[in-house]
């Protein structure tokens, strides 16, 4: 017994044991795509196992759990044997509030849907809220803001980040909006009290 515990308390015991034994191959992909186990993506793939079936306890697809973990190599393996990103829940609002603009690029290369939401948030305004302006400069430049319900918002979350790339990038797409575009100086005035 004692042999067992100290096994068991040094991870010995579950070295030993497959993490995907009893899991079916859907499950198995979502595991290794949650793990960037690229390997078993790969073994995966060669079986013929759909990447595109959703999980059943939620119905996330392997991209959402990838884009969600940061698994860059993991999401490259799931596009190139044809993982949709079109079809998933949150890849995109993942990718973009993890702020990755290199998934992200990946994912709405592959046809992933730049107006995503998540808890009625945007894409976009996740990467806004989370200070990822690249990821936010990329999802503008792919037509994003455009597709944007709350333009209002975005520019005023824009504005208090001081994220001016992201406010010039909207007013090069839209015009009419670059007087809105200009990120207010840190004082008023420069009266001393």
């Given at each position: ?104 690029e990946a ?13 009625s948030e ?72």
């Amino acid at each position: 017994m004692f042999r067992y515990l100290t096994k068991k308390l040094k991870g010995e015991e579950d070295a030993k044991k497959d993490p995907y034994a009893d899991l079916t191959p859907e499950l198995k992909v979502h595991a290794a795509a949650c793990n960037n186990d690229v390997k078993m993506l790969e073994k995966l793939a060669k079986d013929g196992v759909d990447f595109n079936e959703p999980r059943p306890q939620d119905g996330y697809y392997a991209l959402d759990s990838c884009a969600w973990s940061g698994n860059v190599e993991a999401i490259n393996v799931l596009l190139q044997h044809g993982a949709d990103p079109s079809i998933t829940l949150q890849a995109i609002v993942g990718a973009a509030s993890w702020g990755d603009p290199e998934m992200l690029e990946a994912l709405i290369s592959a046809g992933g849907q730049v107006d995503q939401e998540l808890n009625s948030e945007t894409a976009l305004r996740w990467a806004v809220q989370f200070g990822h302006e690249d990821c936010a400069l990329l999802l503008v430049q792919k037509g994003a803001w455009k597709l944007e319900p709350n333009q209002e918002l975005l520019l005023l979350r824009a504005k208090s980040r001081r994220m001016r790339k992201l406010l010039e990038g909207i007013a090069q797409v839209d015009p009419d909006r670059a007087a809105d575009c200009v990120v207010p100086p840190c004082w008023k005035t420069c009266e001393i009290l």
